[in-house]
């Protein structure tokens, strides 16, 4: 009888193909929206996901986000050191600066100053050169999205640029920097360039402020938690201790309720639901009428009300897996084919469960609806 019921819906092409492809489009919907929502909430905290050696970050109380600076005292990174239960604390500056390229042009670019000792915030991969010579005087490392695209060399009228490489100069703020290393790090949320260089040349290469120490990356001693740690640095320094995950998350929550990421984005998942769901539900419940005759023959060769729902449950659901699997699988290829663009796309496992559970439970309540007008039929319409 099941089989019969899965024949009954796949020899109705014009509706079962119908059902497959508004389902397939509002998965892939779903699917590549919230994944690029992802992918981009990602990007706002990369410069802190890019240095995991630091468990613990210390900032200004005021500080909002990563990209919200306020500068503390350079006293203030001694007395990190000082307190119980820091292993080591180094100092990170943060900041915009102009770049100036060959021609004359410039580009907005961020700007990383690491502990020159330690290199403590370091990029992990090293696409050209070493970190170790960011020891040479007046040497930068870009990274390669920003030496490829924005910071590209323009080598003349009708001629291509050319990448920036290990051994050309920039200026940064009228000042000779020369490039000795090209490493590949996250894309940044606005994807701007990102330059490396040791913490006392980044003061060196930006604009002249008192205070000029963004933020103090430290970490725990063994045995003691990073929590407990920033809880000592608040109650002593005054100054405000997160631990790496509750930065990113301060971050991510400042975009969630500042910005209209989250309206835009969501806007544009509701209507796929809805379309998928408004689509496919007019479908299937004219297919439930179109067939209620063999219902109602099932119905008179002795299947009772409860076997009748089943038949229609188990039509939604095979709906719903194959057009579920269809969307899926498109939106896995698309995210896939653009892992190495300026699309920011992530999709987790959880993502994946949630947009299952959502196609199912829509397809299994519009099952419902067609049960209720079987529920009504008479012995005597398969007649008729």
């Known amino acids: 009888m099941y089989t019969i019921a899965l024949k009954m819906l796949t020899e109705d092409k014009a509706k079962f193909i119908g059902m497959i492809l ?62 119980e239960g820091v292993q080591w604390a180094m100092p990170f500056y943060l900041g915009k600066i102009r770049a100036k390229l060959l021609n004359g042009q410039f580009q907005l670019c961020n700007l990383y100053g690491i502990d020159s000792a330690t290199f403590v ?18 040497s930068i490392i870009v990274n390669q999205i920003g030496a490829e695209e924005m910071l590209a060399q323009d080598m003349g009228p009708d001629k291509p640029k050319r990448s920036l490489s290990v051994g050309d100069t920039l200026e940064l703020n009228d000042r000779r920097a020369t490039v000795v290393g090209i490493c590949e790090v996250t894309r940044t949320f606005l994807s701007q360039p990102v330059i490396y260089t040791t913490f006392e040349r980044a003061q060196y290469y930006s604009p002249f402020e008192r205070k000029q120490l963004s933020f103090i990356m430290a970490h725990a001693a063994d045995g003691v938690s990073a929590k407990e740690v920033c809880k000592r640095i608040d109650s002593i320094t005054h100054l405000k201790a997160y631990t790496k995950e509750e930065f990113e998350n301060k971050t991510v929550f400042y975009y969630l309720t500042k910005t209209g990421l989250p309206i835009n984005f969501g806007i544009a998942v509701l209507l796929g639901i809805l379309i998928g769901v408004a689509i496919t539900g007019q479908i299937f419940f004219n297919f439930t009428s179109d067939n209620l005759q063999y219902y109602s023959l099932f119905n008179a060769m002795g299947a009772s009300h409860f076997t009748l729902a089943k038949i229609t449950l188990l039509q939604g659901v095979w709906v719903a897996f194959l057009g579920w699997g269809i969307g899926a699988g498109l939106a896995s290829f698309l995210g896939f084919a653009t892992r190495n663009t300026q699309l920011a796309f992530y999709m987790p496992w959880a993502l994946f469960l949630g947009s299952g559970i959502l196609i199912f439970t829509t397809c299994v309540v519009f099952s419902l609806i067609s049960i209720n007008r079987i529920f009504k039929i008479q012995l005597g319409t398969m007649f008729k």
């Open 22 to 83: 508004s389902l397939s489009f509002s998965t892939i919907i779903i699917i590549q929206q919230m994944a690029t929502f992802m992918g981009t909430m990602r990007r706002t905290y990369s410069t802190i996901s890019d240095t995991p050696q630091a468990e613990i970050w210390v900032m200004n109380p005021s500080v909002k986000m990563i990209d919200d600076i306020n500068p503390i005292r350079s006293i203030d990174l001694w007395r990190v050191r000082s307190i």
């Open 121 to 138: 915030g370091a990029p992990h991969t090293m696409i050209e050169g070493r970190v170790e010579d960011l020891r040479k005087p007046f």
